[in-house]
């Protein structure tokens, strides 16, 4: 089936550095991918929605400053965490939308914990 | 705003026992996926169920819809120790082109061998 692999699965850093996860789908190409935060406890937010070789569209009150997304070929979508600060520590997951499209293929990946110190 | 609420948000059980779930919803929806999560990890797609179709089964699953109460189910049969984990609705919303999924705030299983 399809499978996505999110990378880091856990990062540590410092407040003010910046922080790339990657999202890649790895036996199916996907054009479409969401990014999603969840805190402790709590639902998952959709952030974004990223289109290959299109900008992200983001979701109210999303800084598209703070969070960028870059979804350059179709098994790639990166999420920047831009100067990062304590309270943007959070689980972030990512999940891809196979090319069927018919809703009903989504494909999380494992998430990635981020701390800021 | 959630899309979907979930009830209850915590439900202790013992092994072999159900486990019943359920999802509310807002708005009119294309589809009904619910999903599964371990602490700490990603989300696992367990069923899907169509705005057209009422009830659907998987294994130890059944999931059943009410698009007239807005309203979805979650029934866990013979439960098992390995079954704790959070459970998640999310719904496809019509008119949303390929559907962002918007999640219910989750039901935390807990079953006790």
């Known amino acids: 089936g399809a499978v996505v692999s999110q990378h880091p699965s856990w990062v540590i850093c410092k407040s003010g550095t910046s922080v790339k996860i990657e999202c890649r789908s790895l036996?199916?190409?996907?054009?479409?991918m969401f990014w999603y935060r969840q805190f402790p406890k709590q639902s998952l937010m959709l952030m974004a929605t990223?289109?290959?070789?299109?900008?992200?569209?983001?979701e109210q009150g999303v800084e598209k400053d703070k969070f960028l997304i870059n979804h350059a070929s179709l098994t790639l979508s990166t999420l920047t965490v831009t100067s990062a600060h304590p309270e943007d520590s959070s689980f972030y997951i990512c999940?891809?939308?196979?090319?069927?499209?018919?809703?009903?293929?989504?494909?999380f990946g494992s998430g990635t914990r981020l701390t800021v110190v | 705003s959630q899309q979907g609420e979930e009830d209850p948000q915590a439900l202790s059980i013992q092994e072999g026992e159900n486990a019943t779930m359920n999802c509310s919803y807002k708005?009119?929806?294309?589809?009904l996926q619910w999903y599964r999560q371990n602490s700490g990890r990603g989300l696992v797609h367990l069923i899907l169920?169509?705005?057209?179709?009422r009830e659907k089964h998987s294994g130890r699953l059944r999931v059943t819809l009410d698009t007239s109460k807005k309203s979805s189910s979650l029934l866990i049969t013979a439960s098992r120790a390995a079954d704790t984990a959070s459970y998640f609705c999310?719904?496809?919303?019509?008119?949303?082109?390929?559907?962002?999924?918007?999640f219910g705030k989750g039901t935390m299983l807990l079953v006790s061998p």
């Open positions: 708005t009119s929806i294309n589809n």
């Open positions: 036996d199916f190409q996907a054009t479409t």
């Open positions: 999310a719904t496809g919303e019509v008119g949303s082109g390929y559907s962002t999924l918007t």
């Open positions: 169920i169509r705005s057209n179709e």
């Open positions: 990223s289109n290959e070789g299109s900008k992200a569209t983001y």
């Open positions: 999940s891809a939308l196979s090319p069927t499209g018919r809703g009903d293929g989504y494909t």
